[in-house]
């Protein structure tokens, strides 16, 4: 090879390759995570021992606002399926909370579809509670880890809604829900010589995907 054509071949590499390093400058924005967001809704959070207490789990995939990403279009990816895990924690006392877990004999993972970008996935939940007592419901977006996410620490769903004033003037603003449990007496006591693990049945009722 001459060196005229060799100098043609160096001039012509750089301009060959502008194209794809300037693509690279948006290569993490066409990466860039999925966020999953929870939050759960509850009409109250009283209910009588025996009857069914009803909550909405909402599973949202935040769309990403970065001006990073201003070259590309696709800011956020869509979140693979992956599992939303319900814990459940009880406590016989009241006025002072002293939690224990309840074991939900495998009724605490559910299957999560795919959920693009701004989209949200709603999960209807059916409880019922064996004994009276205050329960702590605890709701987890990907559950399992699954999912690769901007942020990994809003997984935990905080409550909406009209249920944040609970009975005997008590605070809470933890992640999840309190439920307080009637006894037939219409107080919140459990017999104290009951010392069998309370009994928690949950069942999902319905399960939809909001675009």
């Known amino acids: 090879m001459n060196n005229s054509i060799l100098k043609r071949v160096l001039i012509l590499i750089p ?3 502008m194209p794809i390093f300037q693509s690279g400058c948006c290569e993490e924005c066409r990466a860039a995570f999925a966020d999953l967001f929870g939050s759960i809704f ?11 207490f009803t909550f909405k789990h909402l599973i949202t995939n935040l769309k990403s606002t970065s001006a990073a990403c201003e070259c590309d279009n696709q800011k ?5 399926a992956s599992v939303s895990s319900l814990l459940v924690d009880y406590s016989p006392n009241v006025n002072n909370p002293v939690w224990e877990p309840v074991d939900l004999s495998g009724n605490d993972q559910y299957e999560i579809p795919q959920i693009p970008a ?9 409880v019922l509670f064996d004994d009276p007592g205050i329960y702590r419901i605890t709701a987890l977006a990907d559950g399992t880890n699954l999912v690769p996410e901007r942020n990994e620490n809003n997984n935990k769903a905080e ?9 005997n003037g008590m605070s809470y603003d933890g992640p999840g829900i309190l439920v307080f449990v009637k006894s037939k007496n219409g107080d919140f006591k459990r017999d104290l010589n009951d010392k ?5 049945k949950i069942t999902r009722i319905s399960s939809r995907l909001m675009l």
Not at 42 to 52: A, I, R, S, W
């Open 15 to 17: 301009i060959l390759m």
């Open 42 to 52: 509850v009409e109250t959070n009283e209910v009588n021992h025996g009857n069914p």
């Open 76 to 80: 956020t990816m869509t979140a693979g």
């Open 118 to 126: 701004d989209a949200t996935e709603e999960d209807i939940y059916n």
């Open 159 to 167: 409550i909406n809604g009209s249920a944040k004033v609970y009975p």
């Open 196 to 200: 069998t693990p309370p009994v928690v």
